[in-house]
């Protein structure tokens, strides 16, 4: 499944949190969010290691019960990436790739992580995943990052607008015109690129659009999209419990 790489899979938790305090320890169906979540990461075979990374000893000391492995990090961490490149640094041995999975992510459908490692063979610096978009109310979200793209599958822009813009075509014809895709935030990154992009001072792409990648991207990384047919549903605010309810996810 990893192509014959050296992959471990990293969960960045944190508790602090302005729309949800305390998510991953809600409680879905009798577990805990960030149980579930290290669930469906461990259905996808050939890991050399599942790591929750978190700055709270709540989270430890859950994760340690259910049995994980779990690693405490720097509070003062930005970002998951931040948080995996702290993990990377205290590995006792050389691994080609760590996987971002977001501890928000309960649902995530381990189709997902095999069609991300299938792109380890690309030796590409930095990996996600992208969806076609094909409905309005998607597309013309601003909460929902979009992506174009080169003839080789690398990003050229992310952005919260709809990208790119058709110049004379009526919006309700724009399906007919363009294939438009979303970015869904699972990334993979090389293990000798992620050090580097843990040092990047924040760039005035990423400030304009509040988008990490943009940090990357502008300072000169590439980044391989790989299409993913399945979906995702995560869990952002308390609302979206109750959405996941109706969906009949629990």
């Known amino acids: ?142 909460n929902v990052p979009k992506v174009v793209m080169d003839d080789q599958h690398n990003a050229l822009y992310f952005s919260r607008q709809t990208i790119p813009y058709l110049r004379g075509v009526a919006t309700e014809d724009w399906f007919d015109h363009h294939h438009f895709f979303k970015h869904i935030g699972l990334y993979a990154y090389r293990a000798d690129v992620l050090p580097k992009l843990s040092r990047l001072p924040v760039s005035s792409l990423e400030k304009a659009e509040m988008l990490e990648q943009l940090r990357w991207l502008q300072h000169g990384f590439q980044i391989k999209l790989i299409e993913t047919q399945h979906e995702t549903v995560g869990i952002d605010s308390p609302s979206d419990l109750e959405k996941i309810k109706k969906l009949g996810f629990l």
């Open 1 to 142: 499944m990893m192509q014959g790489k050296k992959v471990v899979a990293v969960i960045p938790a944190r508790y602090a949190s302005t729309r949800f305090p305390g998510k991953p320890l809600v409680d879905l169906g009798g577990k805990p969010m960030i149980q579930r979540t290290y669930d469906q990461v461990a259905l996808v075979p050939g890991w050399e290691r599942i790591i929750i990374a978190t700055d709270d000893e709540r989270i430890y000391q859950v994760a340690q019960s259910f049995g994980a492995e779990v690693m405490m990090t720097d509070g003062s961490h930005q970002s998951g990436t931040d948080r995996c490149a702290e993990i990377l640094s205290k590995l006792d041995s050389p691994v080609d790739y760590l996987v971002n999975i977001q501890g928000d992510e309960p649902f995530i459908n381990p189709d997902q992580l095999v069609e991300l490692s299938r792109g380890f063979e690309s030796n590409a610096p930095i990996l996600t995943l992208v969806k076609e978009i094909h409905d309005e109310l998607t597309l013309f979200n601003t």
